[in-house]
């Protein structure tokens, strides 16, 4: 896998880096004064109460959403408003959605070298070649001739999880990747992310998964009415949380 | 705790129903007092309606013969058909040429047929299609390779009606998507261009559009410089259309949820990548139907050019029925040309399930 570790930057550089960022929908104020460093390699997972602006503050990494204040750096690259190649921002920055969002009218094969082909502008038998080899990594290699609408919801999802890889992203993002699916396919997909995170992907996650947490994130962040309100290694974060309504969340959930 | 055995599935069959052609009877005709009474009276007009029809249709028909022995018949006079048929369908091409304007119907009907399987819809089948565009449009005017020319303005009858119709699809249909993409465009220019150009020709009847292209049109010319009639109103056709097909192109690109946008855009497709591969391919099979729809009342709506003088399908059999000789067998030479609509226009319906099933497979959710 070290082909999509390719670093050009050193190690303790940020890819990411959002500095006093605001977000408005209307006049609803999402997020608040937002500070991020994401390093490379880092993996951090993203928690809170829903409405708290969790997942549009990944959102606001690929610029699926405008931020109003504030800067956001990607690789180098600042996202305003006048950018040029945002496309080019996407295709380093790779997104699983809640909801999968395959294609529907194109094969497996053909959703995860879509991208690579008209992107990348990678030769298709490569790009097909590339494809298997994610299949088989999330080990679903066998479907590939089939349509989204006929796998199961956690196979979707790891074919999500493998189209994203086939572009070879620098950062991936999850936003809540396991909340649509039934309870027995959940283990898949994490497992899928898992080894992902093992092999050293940068990983934003937004997830309510406490055990994926604690066992590869680097940092917890937890979200509340648009703001970060503590962040801490997962150790502390669940044994020893500051900040009462951390505490409160953590009840709820963990009971 | 109770382990319940799965019981054995060949044990239990569905509920028999009754079978049998009484059976059938009992359940589709006869199932309630109102079905019975319902079904002796549309059997009663069935026996009385059908076979004068059929007498009238086949066998009292003449179908070979003069115009007086139609007024001895007492069925239905196919002569009519018979006698004018290179009228009917060529009209006012001159005669001895009208071998032409069959050749290129012919050919237009077989690059037709070869391109329904989609497993031909290669690079290679525009080529075709454009040579053979080529040809026709040479069979039709000539002019070149000893061919003799011929004037558009005695271009009439069916080769006319398919020249306006299948152009008029052509052309319209990607010009309805553009103005689909236009109208959601977020750029406020574009989007009322598109929503004042789409609602304005919704507004007003296609007779009005033919009516301005023929009659209006010229006076903004330069004196001197003409414009063909029939390229005239194939432009009124083709902008007709396109304001339909638009419409109905915007519900599909509707239909299609905001996941799929962002799933195409966080791969990093621009704006012409993400509609052509991503979006457009699912938009346009969901209108599929009513795509069609408009198309197959476009088809129809060429009739119209009538009005301004154009010698179609319609006009050429009216021309037939002046004729004293025939005045009397409007009803055949109706009947007949319904039958040519009606093939066209079903062979475009029947395409488009076609489509529709082939499309479909392995989609479903």
């Given at each position: 896998?070290?082909?999509?570790?390719?670093?050009?930057?050193?190690?303790?550089?940020?890819?990411?880096?959002?500095?006093?960022?605001?977000k408005?929908?209307?006049?609803?104020?999402?997020?608040?004064?937002?500070h991020?460093?994401?390093?490379?390699?880092?993996?951090?997972?993203?928690?809170?109460?829903?409405?708290?602006?969790?997942?549009?503050?990944?959102?606001?990494?690929?610029?699926?959403?405008?931020?109003?204040?504030?800067?956001?750096?990607?690789?180098?690259?600042?996202?305003?408003?006048?950018?040029?190649?945002?496309?080019?921002?996407?295709?380093?920055?790779?997104?699983?959605?809640?909801?999968?969002?395959?294609?529907?009218?194109l094969?497996?094969?053909?959703?995860?070298?879509?991208?690579?082909?008209?992107?990348?502008?990678?030769?298709?038998?490569?790009?097909?070649e590339?494809?298997?080899y994610?299949?088989?990594?999330?080990?679903?290699?066998e479907?590939?001739?089939?349509?989204?609408?006929?796998?199961?919801?956690?196979?979707?999802?790891?074919?999500?999880?493998?189209?994203?890889?086939?572009?070879?992203?620098?950062?991936?993002?999850?936003?809540?990747?396991?909340?649509?699916?039934?309870?027995?396919?959940?283990?898949?997909?994490?497992?899928?992310?898992?080894?992902?995170?093992?092999?050293?992907?940068?990983?934003?996650?937004?997830?309510?998964?406490?055990?994926?947490?604690?066992?590869?994130?680097?940092?917890v962040?937890?979200?509340?009415?648009?703001?970060?309100?503590?962040?801490?290694?997962?150790?502390?974060?669940?044994?020893?949380?500051?900040?009462?309504?951390?505490?409160?969340?953590?009840?709820?959930?963990?009971? | 705790?109770?382990?319940?055995?799965?019981?054995?599935?060949?044990?239990?069959?569905?509920?028999?129903?009754?079978?049998?052609?009484?059976?059938?009877?009992?359940?589709?005709?006869?199932?309630?007092?109102?079905?019975?009474?319902?079904?002796?009276?549309?059997?009663?007009?069935?026996?009385?309606?059908?076979?004068?029809l059929?007498?009238?249709?086949?066998?009292?028909?003449?179908?070979?013969?003069?115009?007086?022995?139609?007024?001895?018949?007492?069925?239905?006079?196919?002569?009519?058909?018979?006698?004018?048929?290179?009228?009917?369908?060529?009209?006012?091409?001159?005669?001895?040429?009208q071998?032409?304007?069959?050749?290129?119907?012919?050919?237009?009907?077989?690059?037709?047929?070869?391109?329904?399987?989609?497993?031909?819809?290669?690079?290679?089948?525009?080529?075709?299609?454009?040579?053979?565009?080529?040809?026709?449009?040479?069979?039709?005017?000539?002019?070149?390779?000893?061919?003799?020319?011929?004037?558009?303005?005695?271009?009439?009858?069916?080769?006319?009606?398919?020249?306006?119709?299948?152009?008029?699809?052509?052309?319209?249909?990607?010009?309805?998507?553009?103005?689909?993409?236009?109208?959601?465009?977020?750029?406020?220019a574009?989007?009322?261009?598109?929503?004042?150009?789409?609602?304005?020709?919704?507004?007003?009847?296609?007779?009005?559009?033919?009516?301005?292209?023929?009659?209006?049109?010229?006076?903004?010319?330069?004196e001197?410089?003409?414009?063909?009639?029939?390229?005239?109103?194939?432009?009124?056709?083709?902008?007709?259309?396109?304001?339909?097909?638009?419409?109905?192109?915007?519900?599909?690109?509707?239909?299609?949820?905001?996941?799929?946008?962002?799933?195409?855009?966080?791969?990093?497709?621009?704006?012409?990548?993400?509609?052509?591969?991503?979006?457009?391919?699912?938009?346009?099979?969901i209108?599929?139907?009513?795509?069609?729809?408009?198309?197959?009342?476009?088809?129809?709506?060429?009739?119209l050019?009538?009005?301004?003088?154009?010698?179609?399908?319609?006009?050429?059999?009216?021309?037939?029925?002046?004729?004293?000789?025939?005045?009397?067998?409007?009803?055949?030479?109706?009947?007949?040309?319904?039958?040519?609509?009606?093939?066209?226009?079903?062979?475009?319906?029947?395409?488009?399930?076609?489509?529709?099933?082939?499309?479909?497979?392995?989609?479903?959710?």
């Open positions: 896998m070290n082909e999509t570790l390719i670093q050009d930057a050193p190690e303790d550089s940020p890819i990411i880096q959002i500095v006093g960022m605001h408005w929908f209307g006049d609803f104020h999402v997020l608040r004064d937002i991020l460093n994401v390093k490379r390699q880092e993996r951090i997972v993203i928690c809170g109460p829903s409405g708290s602006g969790k997942s549009t503050l990944i959102r606001c990494i690929n610029r699926l959403e405008e931020h109003q204040r504030g800067d956001i750096v990607v690789d180098g690259i600042e996202l305003t408003n006048n950018i040029k190649n945002i496309e080019k921002i996407r295709a380093e920055v790779g997104m699983v959605f809640q909801h999968f969002n395959l294609f529907p009218h094969s497996i094969l053909e959703n995860l070298t879509l991208g690579p082909i008209w992107v990348r502008k990678v030769p298709k038998k490569e790009a097909e590339t494809a298997m994610y299949l088989e990594k999330v080990q679903i290699a479907q590939a001739e089939k349509y989204p609408g006929q796998l199961s919801g956690g196979q979707q999802q790891r074919v999500a999880i493998a189209r994203s890889l086939c572009m070879k992203p620098k950062v991936m993002l999850f936003d809540e990747p396991t909340s649509a699916l039934d309870p027995e396919m959940v283990k898949e997909v994490l497992d899928a992310m898992i080894e992902l995170a093992e092999e050293g992907m940068t990983m934003l996650v937004v997830s309510h998964e406490m055990g994926f947490a604690r066992s590869v994130a680097h940092r962040l937890f979200m509340d009415f648009g703001q970060i309100v503590e962040e801490n290694t997962p150790e502390e974060f669940f044994h020893n949380p500051q900040h009462e309504r951390t505490q409160l969340f953590l009840s709820q959930i963990l009971h | 705790m109770a382990v319940h055995p799965i019981s054995d599935a060949d044990a239990i069959k569905p509920p028999k129903t009754q079978t049998g052609v009484v059976g059938w009877m009992r359940q589709n005709l006869f199932n309630g007092v109102f079905n019975s009474i319902l079904t002796v009276v549309i059997l009663y007009i069935l026996w009385k309606t059908v076979p004068p059929i007498r009238w249709f086949f066998i009292d028909a003449v179908w070979t013969t003069a115009s007086e022995a139609c007024y001895a018949a007492d069925g239905a006079c196919w002569s009519v058909i018979y006698n004018n048929i290179r009228f009917i369908l060529f009209g006012l091409y001159p005669h001895d040429l071998w032409r304007p069959l050749a290129a119907i012919v050919l237009l009907i077989a690059l037709l047929v070869y391109s329904r399987d989609r497993r031909r819809w290669r690079r290679s089948l525009l080529w075709t299609w454009l040579a053979g565009l080529f040809v026709m449009g040479l069979l039709m005017k000539g002019g070149l390779f000893g061919l003799e020319n011929v004037d558009s303005t005695l271009w009439s009858g069916l080769p006319l009606t398919l020249l306006l119709s299948v152009f008029g699809m052509v052309a319209a249909y990607p010009l309805g998507v553009m103005l689909a993409l236009g109208r959601r465009s977020r750029m406020p574009i989007k009322s261009l598109c929503v004042v150009y789409i609602e304005m020709i919704r507004g007003v009847p296609l007779i009005s559009l033919l009516f301005m292209s023929s009659v209006m049109f010229p006076l903004f010319l330069p001197g410089l003409t414009i063909n009639k029939i390229l005239r109103a194939q432009i009124a056709i083709i902008m007709f259309t396109a304001a339909y097909i638009a419409e109905v192109v915007r519900g599909g690109l509707q239909a299609i949820s905001r996941g799929q946008y962002e799933a195409a855009e966080s791969l990093g497709l621009g704006f012409p990548q993400k509609m052509r591969l991503v979006i457009l391919p699912q938009a346009l099979k209108v599929i139907p009513p795509t069609v729809g408009i198309l197959v009342s476009a088809f129809k709506d060429t009739s050019v009538v009005i301004i003088a154009l010698y179609d399908l319609l006009k050429t059999t009216q021309s037939v029925l002046s004729n004293p000789k025939w005045m009397g067998f409007s009803s055949e030479a109706y009947i007949f040309i319904a039958l040519i609509y009606f093939i066209c226009c079903f062979s475009m319906s029947d395409y488009s399930r076609k489509l529709e099933r082939e499309l479909g497979a392995g989609e479903r959710r």
